[in-house]
Protein backbone atom coordinates (compact mmCIF):
# COMPACT_ATOMS: atom_id res chain seq x y z
CA UNK A 1 0.00 0.00 0.00
CA UNK A 2 0.91 3.68 -1.11
CA UNK A 3 2.15 5.88 1.73
CA UNK A 4 -0.07 9.07 1.56
CA UNK A 5 2.51 11.92 2.15
CA UNK A 6 -0.73 14.36 2.99
CA UNK A 7 -2.00 11.37 5.70
CA UNK A 8 1.53 11.60 7.27
CA UNK A 9 1.52 15.77 7.26
CA UNK A 10 -1.69 15.28 8.71
CA UNK A 11 -0.25 12.40 11.49
CA UNK A 12 2.64 15.06 12.20
CA UNK A 13 -0.01 17.83 12.90
CA UNK A 14 -1.48 15.79 16.11
CA UNK A 15 1.64 16.06 17.66
CA UNK A 16 2.56 19.16 19.48
CA UNK A 17 5.45 20.65 21.14
CA UNK A 18 4.41 20.83 25.05
CA UNK A 19 5.87 23.59 25.65
CA UNK A 20 5.35 26.06 22.80
CA UNK A 21 1.53 24.06 22.35
CA UNK A 22 1.66 24.04 18.87
CA UNK A 23 2.23 21.01 16.12
CA UNK A 24 5.37 20.45 14.91
CA UNK A 25 4.32 21.17 11.12
CA UNK A 26 3.34 25.04 11.76
CA UNK A 27 5.95 25.55 14.01
CA UNK A 28 8.71 24.74 10.86
CA UNK A 29 10.16 21.90 13.19
CA UNK A 30 9.97 19.13 11.00
CA UNK A 31 13.03 18.70 8.32
CA UNK A 32 14.00 16.28 5.73
CA UNK A 33 10.84 14.81 5.43
CA UNK A 34 10.86 11.34 3.09
CA UNK A 35 8.69 8.70 2.24
CA UNK A 36 10.07 5.76 0.65
CA UNK A 37 8.30 2.40 0.32
CA UNK A 38 6.86 1.63 3.61
CA UNK A 39 9.44 4.06 4.95
CA UNK A 40 9.08 7.13 6.07
CA UNK A 41 11.79 9.15 7.40
CA UNK A 42 12.30 12.67 8.76
CA UNK A 43 14.67 15.11 11.09
CA UNK A 44 12.68 17.50 14.23
CA UNK A 45 15.05 20.27 14.34
CA UNK A 46 14.29 21.53 18.02
CA UNK A 47 14.26 25.00 19.34
CA UNK A 48 17.27 24.19 21.88
CA UNK A 49 19.31 20.98 22.21
CA UNK A 50 18.50 21.18 25.67
CA UNK A 51 15.10 20.36 25.37
CA UNK A 52 13.85 18.23 28.67
CA UNK A 53 10.87 16.74 26.38
CA UNK A 54 13.23 15.64 23.47
CA UNK A 55 12.58 12.05 23.98
CA UNK A 56 8.41 12.33 24.73
CA UNK A 57 8.41 14.45 21.22
CA UNK A 58 10.19 11.82 19.23
CA UNK A 59 8.06 9.03 21.00
CA UNK A 60 4.91 11.43 20.39
CA UNK A 61 5.79 11.44 16.36
CA UNK A 62 6.86 7.85 15.84
CA UNK A 63 3.50 6.76 17.37
CA UNK A 64 1.71 9.34 15.03
CA UNK A 65 3.22 8.09 12.16
CA UNK A 66 2.99 4.27 12.54
CA UNK A 67 -1.12 4.71 12.96
CA UNK A 68 -0.73 6.00 9.44
CA UNK A 69 -2.26 3.50 6.97
CA UNK A 70 1.17 1.54 5.11
CA UNK A 71 4.22 2.98 7.25
CA UNK A 72 6.26 -0.18 8.34
CA UNK A 73 9.08 1.93 9.48
CA UNK A 74 9.92 4.99 10.99
CA UNK A 75 13.22 6.55 11.47
CA UNK A 76 13.44 9.85 12.96
CA UNK A 77 16.51 12.33 13.74
CA UNK A 78 16.62 14.78 16.22
CA UNK A 79 18.58 18.04 15.67
CA UNK A 80 18.42 21.21 17.60
CA UNK A 81 18.38 25.20 16.16
CA UNK A 82 18.18 27.79 18.70
CA UNK A 83 16.77 30.75 17.05
CA UNK A 84 17.90 34.14 17.95
CA UNK A 85 16.49 37.25 20.25
CA UNK A 86 18.41 39.63 17.12
CA UNK A 87 16.34 41.55 14.87
CA UNK A 88 17.46 44.07 12.57
CA UNK A 89 20.08 47.00 13.66
CA UNK A 90 21.71 44.90 16.11
CA UNK A 91 24.70 43.26 13.48
CA UNK A 92 27.22 44.16 16.14
CA UNK A 93 26.03 41.33 18.31
CA UNK A 94 25.71 39.11 15.11
CA UNK A 95 26.65 35.87 15.63
CA UNK A 96 24.95 35.79 19.80
CA UNK A 97 21.53 34.36 19.24
CA UNK A 98 20.53 34.91 22.95
CA UNK A 99 22.02 37.31 25.59
CA UNK A 100 20.64 36.27 28.79
CA UNK A 101 21.45 38.52 32.12
CA UNK A 102 21.30 36.82 35.38
CA UNK A 103 20.50 39.18 38.09
CA UNK A 104 19.46 39.53 41.76
CA UNK A 105 18.71 42.14 43.95
CA UNK A 106 20.29 41.38 46.92
CA UNK A 107 24.27 40.35 47.13
CA UNK A 108 25.62 36.98 47.77
CA UNK A 109 22.54 34.97 47.09
CA UNK A 110 24.14 32.76 44.33
CA UNK A 111 24.50 34.61 41.08
CA UNK A 112 27.67 33.80 39.78
CA UNK A 113 27.70 30.49 40.72
CA UNK A 114 24.52 30.04 39.04
CA UNK A 115 25.84 31.82 35.73
CA UNK A 116 28.83 29.47 35.92
CA UNK A 117 27.15 25.86 36.60
CA UNK A 118 23.92 27.12 33.54
CA UNK A 119 26.19 27.77 31.34
CA UNK A 120 28.25 24.74 31.51
CA UNK A 121 25.21 22.58 31.96
CA UNK A 122 23.72 24.02 28.44
CA UNK A 123 27.35 23.42 27.08
CA UNK A 124 27.32 19.92 28.19
CA UNK A 125 23.36 19.92 26.21
CA UNK A 126 25.54 20.68 23.00
CA UNK A 127 24.76 23.96 23.18
CA UNK A 128 27.39 26.79 22.17
CA UNK A 129 27.85 29.05 25.15
CA UNK A 130 29.44 32.18 26.76
CA UNK A 131 29.91 33.92 30.26
CA UNK A 132 30.17 37.66 30.30
CA UNK A 133 31.25 38.72 34.20
CA UNK A 134 29.41 42.34 34.23
CA UNK A 135 30.75 42.12 38.25
CA UNK A 136 33.39 44.54 37.33
CA UNK A 137 33.19 45.80 40.64
CA UNK A 138 33.74 41.78 42.21
CA UNK A 139 34.87 39.55 39.21
CA UNK A 140 34.19 36.40 40.93
CA UNK A 141 34.04 34.29 36.71
CA UNK A 142 37.69 33.67 36.21
CA UNK A 143 37.93 32.04 39.66
CA UNK A 144 35.33 29.93 39.08
CA UNK A 145 36.04 28.89 35.81
CA UNK A 146 39.66 27.95 36.61
CA UNK A 147 40.80 30.54 34.12
CA UNK A 148 43.19 33.35 35.10
CA UNK A 149 45.48 34.06 31.86
CA UNK A 150 45.23 37.57 29.96
CA UNK A 151 42.96 36.88 26.86
CA UNK A 152 45.08 36.94 23.71
CA UNK A 153 43.94 39.10 20.52
CA UNK A 154 43.61 38.18 17.21
CA UNK A 155 44.96 41.79 16.32
CA UNK A 156 41.32 43.42 16.37
CA UNK A 157 39.23 41.30 18.84
CA UNK A 158 39.91 39.63 22.17
CA UNK A 159 39.75 36.01 22.14
CA UNK A 160 37.96 34.70 24.84
CA UNK A 161 39.00 31.49 27.17
CA UNK A 162 37.77 28.77 26.96
CA UNK A 163 37.19 25.97 30.27
CA UNK A 164 34.34 23.32 30.25
CA UNK A 165 33.28 24.25 27.17
CA UNK A 166 32.15 27.89 27.81
CA UNK A 167 33.74 31.04 26.01
CA UNK A 168 34.45 33.67 28.99
CA UNK A 169 35.37 37.28 29.45
CA UNK A 170 35.90 39.23 32.69
CA UNK A 171 37.31 42.28 33.77
CA UNK A 172 39.08 40.23 36.42
CA UNK A 173 41.52 38.95 33.08
CA UNK A 174 42.30 42.65 32.24
CA UNK A 175 43.04 44.01 36.46
CA UNK A 176 45.53 42.61 38.79
CA UNK A 177 43.40 40.07 41.13
CA UNK A 178 43.85 42.41 44.23
CA UNK A 179 43.30 45.72 42.78
CA UNK A 180 40.15 47.45 42.97
CA UNK A 181 38.34 49.05 39.84
CA UNK A 182 36.71 51.97 40.31
CA UNK A 183 34.10 52.77 37.51
CA UNK A 184 32.14 56.15 36.98
CA UNK A 185 29.08 56.15 34.45
CA UNK A 186 29.85 56.75 31.18
CA UNK A 187 33.24 54.73 31.55
CA UNK A 188 30.94 52.09 32.90
CA UNK A 189 28.50 52.18 29.58
CA UNK A 190 31.77 51.56 27.61
CA UNK A 191 32.83 49.14 29.22
CA UNK A 192 29.93 46.87 29.00
CA UNK A 193 29.77 48.18 25.36
CA UNK A 194 33.41 46.83 24.71
CA UNK A 195 33.16 43.67 26.73
CA UNK A 196 30.16 42.52 24.02
CA UNK A 197 31.72 43.95 20.58
CA UNK A 198 34.96 43.62 21.00
CA UNK A 199 35.08 39.86 22.15
CA UNK A 200 35.42 36.86 19.08
CA UNK A 201 32.22 35.46 20.53
CA UNK A 202 32.43 33.56 17.34
CA UNK A 203 28.81 31.70 17.09
CA UNK A 204 26.78 31.23 20.36
CA UNK A 205 23.12 29.93 21.22
CA UNK A 206 23.56 31.37 24.85
CA UNK A 207 25.65 34.29 26.49
CA UNK A 208 24.80 34.64 30.34
CA UNK A 209 25.53 37.68 31.86
CA UNK A 210 26.39 37.53 35.46
CA UNK A 211 25.55 40.92 36.68
CA UNK A 212 26.56 42.69 40.39
CA UNK A 213 24.02 43.12 42.54
CA UNK A 214 20.81 45.29 43.18
CA UNK A 215 19.36 47.65 40.34
CA UNK A 216 22.29 50.21 39.78
CA UNK A 217 24.06 51.75 36.99
CA UNK A 218 25.42 48.30 35.31
CA UNK A 219 21.62 46.70 34.92
CA UNK A 220 20.76 49.71 33.47
CA UNK A 221 23.20 50.04 31.23
CA UNK A 222 23.00 46.48 29.58
CA UNK A 223 19.38 46.40 29.63
CA UNK A 224 19.27 49.99 27.61
CA UNK A 225 22.54 49.23 25.02
CA UNK A 226 22.42 45.32 25.16
CA UNK A 227 19.40 43.63 23.05
CA UNK A 228 19.05 40.97 26.01
CA UNK A 229 16.50 38.11 25.33
CA UNK A 230 15.75 38.22 29.05
CA UNK A 231 16.80 37.90 32.57
CA UNK A 232 16.87 35.00 35.17
CA UNK A 233 16.09 36.36 38.76
CA UNK A 234 18.07 34.30 41.36
CA UNK A 235 17.01 34.62 45.45
CA UNK A 236 17.22 32.62 48.77
CA UNK A 237 13.95 31.70 50.06
CA UNK A 238 14.40 34.52 53.20
CA UNK A 239 12.60 37.32 53.29
CA UNK A 240 15.37 40.41 52.70
CA UNK A 241 16.14 38.51 49.28
CA UNK A 242 12.55 38.12 48.48
CA UNK A 243 12.05 41.77 48.68
CA UNK A 244 14.99 43.08 46.76
CA UNK A 245 14.57 40.94 44.18
CA UNK A 246 11.03 42.12 43.65
CA UNK A 247 12.74 45.80 43.27
CA UNK A 248 15.11 44.06 40.41
CA UNK A 249 12.12 41.95 38.32
CA UNK A 250 10.26 45.58 38.22
CA UNK A 251 13.34 46.80 37.03
CA UNK A 252 13.70 45.07 34.04
CA UNK A 253 9.76 45.08 33.58
CA UNK A 254 10.16 49.03 33.38
CA UNK A 255 13.13 48.80 30.62
CA UNK A 256 10.85 46.16 28.85
CA UNK A 257 13.09 43.16 29.31
CA UNK A 258 11.49 40.23 29.94
CA UNK A 259 11.96 38.01 33.25
CA UNK A 260 12.84 34.49 31.78
CA UNK A 261 12.34 33.13 35.76
CA UNK A 262 12.65 32.85 39.29
CA UNK A 263 15.22 30.22 41.02
CA UNK A 264 15.85 29.70 44.49
CA UNK A 265 18.84 28.84 45.82
CA UNK A 266 20.04 27.80 49.23
CA UNK A 267 16.36 26.27 49.64
CA UNK A 268 17.59 23.55 52.17
CA UNK A 269 20.36 21.80 53.10
CA UNK A 270 20.61 18.19 53.89
CA UNK A 271 23.01 17.14 56.55
CA UNK A 272 25.38 14.46 54.93
CA UNK A 273 25.46 12.35 58.30
CA UNK A 274 21.69 12.10 59.34
CA UNK A 275 20.28 13.20 56.34
CA UNK A 276 17.62 15.23 58.00
CA UNK A 277 16.87 18.26 55.94
CA UNK A 278 17.15 21.97 57.68
CA UNK A 279 15.64 25.59 55.61
CA UNK A 280 18.46 27.24 56.94
CA UNK A 281 17.16 30.54 55.33
CA UNK A 282 13.49 29.59 55.28
CA UNK A 283 11.62 27.75 51.85
CA UNK A 284 9.08 28.38 49.07
CA UNK A 285 9.31 32.14 49.43
CA UNK A 286 10.94 31.98 45.81
CA UNK A 287 7.98 29.94 44.26
CA UNK A 288 5.48 31.92 45.70
CA UNK A 289 6.62 35.08 45.00
CA UNK A 290 6.78 33.94 41.22
CA UNK A 291 3.56 32.94 40.98
CA UNK A 292 2.32 35.92 42.58
CA UNK A 293 4.02 38.23 40.56
CA UNK A 294 3.51 35.79 37.25
CA UNK A 295 6.89 34.31 36.04
CA UNK A 296 8.05 31.38 35.71
CA UNK A 297 9.61 29.57 38.60
CA UNK A 298 12.56 27.42 37.40
CA UNK A 299 13.53 25.70 40.31
CA UNK A 300 15.23 25.23 43.94
CA UNK A 301 18.74 24.21 44.56
CA UNK A 302 19.78 23.21 47.87
CA UNK A 303 22.68 24.25 49.75
CA UNK A 304 25.18 22.01 49.18
CA UNK A 305 28.93 22.30 50.10
CA UNK A 306 30.42 21.02 47.05
CA UNK A 307 28.56 23.60 44.99
CA UNK A 308 30.66 25.68 47.05
CA UNK A 309 33.87 23.58 47.01
CA UNK A 310 33.48 23.59 43.28
CA UNK A 311 33.31 27.50 43.23
CA UNK A 312 36.37 28.11 44.84
CA UNK A 313 38.53 25.60 43.35
CA UNK A 314 37.49 26.78 39.82
CA UNK A 315 35.73 23.36 38.88
CA UNK A 316 32.07 24.15 38.73
CA UNK A 317 30.44 20.98 40.42
CA UNK A 318 28.20 20.59 37.08
CA UNK A 319 31.40 20.04 35.35
CA UNK A 320 33.49 17.67 38.31
CA UNK A 321 30.37 15.52 39.39
CA UNK A 322 27.18 15.48 36.65
CA UNK A 323 26.00 12.60 38.22
CA UNK A 324 25.52 14.53 41.99
CA UNK A 325 21.90 15.19 42.84
CA UNK A 326 22.76 19.07 42.89
CA UNK A 327 24.68 18.84 39.63
CA UNK A 328 21.11 17.53 38.56
CA UNK A 329 19.68 20.05 39.85
CA UNK A 330 21.44 22.45 37.85
CA UNK A 331 21.20 20.86 34.47
CA UNK A 332 17.27 21.00 34.71
CA UNK A 333 17.19 24.56 35.61
CA UNK A 334 19.02 24.98 32.48
CA UNK A 335 16.23 23.26 30.60
CA UNK A 336 13.58 24.96 31.80
CA UNK A 337 16.04 28.11 30.91
CA UNK A 338 16.12 27.26 27.61
CA UNK A 339 12.23 26.14 27.48
CA UNK A 340 11.63 29.43 28.35
CA UNK A 341 13.66 31.32 26.12
CA UNK A 342 12.57 29.08 23.43
CA UNK A 343 8.52 30.20 24.38
CA UNK A 344 9.54 33.70 24.24
CA UNK A 345 10.27 33.52 20.60
CA UNK A 346 7.33 31.41 19.64
CA UNK A 347 4.85 33.49 21.62
CA UNK A 348 6.00 36.71 19.54
CA UNK A 349 3.66 37.32 16.16
CA UNK A 350 6.24 37.36 13.97
CA UNK A 351 8.51 34.45 15.18
CA UNK A 352 8.78 32.68 11.55
CA UNK A 353 10.88 36.14 10.81
CA UNK A 354 13.08 35.47 14.04
CA UNK A 355 14.73 31.96 12.81
CA UNK A 356 17.87 31.97 11.04
N1 LIG B 1 23.66 26.26 46.48
C1 LIG B 1 24.79 26.59 47.11
N2 LIG B 1 25.38 25.75 47.99
C2 LIG B 1 26.53 26.09 48.64
N3 LIG B 1 27.17 27.25 48.48
C3 LIG B 1 26.63 28.13 47.61
C4 LIG B 1 25.44 27.86 46.87
N4 LIG B 1 25.18 28.92 46.08
C5 LIG B 1 26.16 29.80 46.30
N5 LIG B 1 27.03 29.35 47.23
C6 LIG B 1 28.21 30.03 47.75
O1 LIG B 1 27.77 31.27 48.27
C7 LIG B 1 28.70 32.29 47.99
C8 LIG B 1 28.02 33.41 47.21
O2 LIG B 1 27.66 32.92 45.93
P1 LIG B 1 27.88 33.77 44.62
O3 LIG B 1 29.21 34.42 44.63
O4 LIG B 1 27.53 32.90 43.48
O5 LIG B 1 26.75 34.87 44.84
P2 LIG B 1 26.51 36.22 44.01
O6 LIG B 1 25.03 36.44 44.03
O7 LIG B 1 27.16 36.13 42.69
O8 LIG B 1 27.25 37.27 44.91
P3 LIG B 1 27.56 38.81 44.53
O9 LIG B 1 26.27 39.52 44.73
O10 LIG B 1 28.61 39.20 45.50
O11 LIG B 1 28.01 38.83 43.09
C9 LIG B 1 29.83 31.64 47.23
O12 LIG B 1 30.84 31.32 48.13
C10 LIG B 1 29.22 30.37 46.67
O13 LIG B 1 30.17 29.33 46.53
MG1 LIG C 1 28.57 37.42 41.81
Known sequence: MKISEQAVVDALRTVEDPDLRRDL???GLVKDLKIEGDKVSLTIELTTPACPLKEKIKKDTEDA???VPGVARVEIGMTAKVRSSLSGGQERFAGIRNIVAVASGKGGVGKSTLSVNLAVALARTGARVGLMDADIYGPNIPLMVGLSAKPKTDGKKIIPPENYGIKVISMGFLVPEDQAVIWRGPMLHGAIQQFLGD????????LLVDLPPGTGDVQLSLSQTVPMTGALMVTTPQAVSLQDVRKGIAMFQKVRVPILGLVENMSYFICPHCSDRTEIFSHGGGKRAAESLGIPFL???PLDPAVREGGDAGKPVVAADPASPVAVKFLEIA???AQQISI????????SA???
Open 344 to 351: IHYSRPDF
Open 25 to 27: VSL
Open 354 to 356: LSI
Open 199 to 206: VAWGELDY
Open 299 to 301: GEL
Open 335 to 337: ESL
Open 65 to 67: LRA
